[in-house]
């Protein structure tokens, strides 16, 4: 877990020092958007262009770090703790990655974002998916309905299947590099049949363990 978080805190530096060494040779006016075609449609300023991502990045990590201290479930996060490290490392690396994508770009090295943030946001939800795999029932992290909420077995059933159909849409995701202009779609629509299905399916076995205590009683 030390060399997680060390990884985590160098991952920060490396994205500041690098913002830093690259601030004089940027222009003043930096990318800030992209439309589903690749295309840049959006400019800020220089500071809050090559800024913004990571001041993100700290206040996300100083979040995270705090949401176990806070959590009435804080003992659970022992159980998935290295996954749950794990998922930040990798949430700094995600930034760090769009980071680098705004500063080439903005210095002439025009990689279109249809080829790069498919392939990240697929492996950030395939991740995902291991996390959600592991995570123990708690207020923050995970799927958290009110009927995973209420039950451990719901809880754990609903994580199981979430997982799975988290990695399948990390797949998905990622085959969005060779879609163009709908690569977008790759990603949206996968895990919005996920978020979706995974809520209607912990409401449904929450009922089946009501009625089976019923039948019991």
Request: net charge positive; proline share 4%.
């Given at each position: 877990?030390?060399?997680?978080?060390?990884?985590?805190i160098?991952g920060?530096?490396i994205?500041?020092?690098?913002t830093?060494?690259?601030?004089?040779?940027?222009?003043?006016?930096?990318?800030?958007?992209?439309n589903?075609?690749?295309?840049a449609?959006?400019?800020?300023?220089?500071?809050?262009?090559?800024f913004?991502?990571?001041?993100?990045?700290?206040?996300?990590v100083?979040l995270?770090?705090?949401l176990?201290r806070?959590d009435p479930?804080?003992?659970?996060y022992e159980k998935?703790r290295?996954?749950y490290e794990?998922f930040?490392?990798?949430?700094v690396?995600?930034?760090?990655?769009?980071q680098?994508?705004i500063?080439?770009?903005?210095?002439?090295?025009?990689?279109?974002?249809?080829?790069?943030f498919?392939?990240?946001?697929?492996?950030?939800f395939?991740?995902i998916?291991?996390?959600l795999?592991h995570a123990?029932q708690n207020?923050?992290?995970?799927?958290?309905?009110?009927?995973?909420?209420?039950?451990k077995?719901?809880?754990?059933?609903t994580?199981?299947?979430?997982g799975?159909?988290?990695?399948?849409a990390?797949?998905?995701?990622?085959a969005?590099?060779?879609?163009?202009?709908?690569?977008l779609?790759?990603?949206?629509?996968?895990?919005?049949?996920v978020?979706v299905?995974?809520?209607?399916?912990?409401?449904?076995e929450?009922q089946?363990?009501l009625?089976?205590?019923?039948?019991e009683g």
């Amino acid at each position: 877990m030390k060399l997680i978080r060390f990884a985590i805190i160098a991952g920060l530096l490396i994205t500041f020092a690098l913002t830093l060494a690259t601030f004089p040779t940027v222009p003043d006016r930096v990318v800030s958007h992209w439309n589903a075609a690749g295309q840049a449609d959006g400019y800020s300023s220089k500071f809050w262009g090559l800024f913004l991502i990571p001041l993100i990045m700290t206040g996300f990590v100083a979040l995270f770090a705090m949401l176990p201290r806070i959590d009435p479930y804080k003992m659970n996060y022992e159980k998935f703790r290295d996954y749950y490290e794990g998922f930040i490392l990798l949430f700094v690396l995600f930034f760090l990655a769009i980071q680098v994508q705004i500063i080439l770009w903005s210095i002439g090295y025009q990689v279109s974002p249809n080829l790069t943030f498919p392939l990240l946001i697929g492996m950030l939800f395939i991740y995902i998916g291991f996390l959600l795999g592991h995570a123990e029932q708690n207020w923050f992290v995970g799927i958290r309905t009110p009927w995973t909420l209420s039950s451990k077995t719901v809880w754990k059933k609903t994580h199981e299947l979430g997982g799975k159909l988290f990695k399948i849409a990390g797949v998905i995701s990622c085959a969005g590099i060779v879609a163009g202009a709908y690569a977008l779609w790759f990603i949206l629509v996968p895990v919005l049949a996920v978020a979706v299905y995974t809520v209607v399916y912990s409401y449904i076995e929450f009922q089946k363990e009501l009625n089976s205590q019923k039948g019991e009683g």
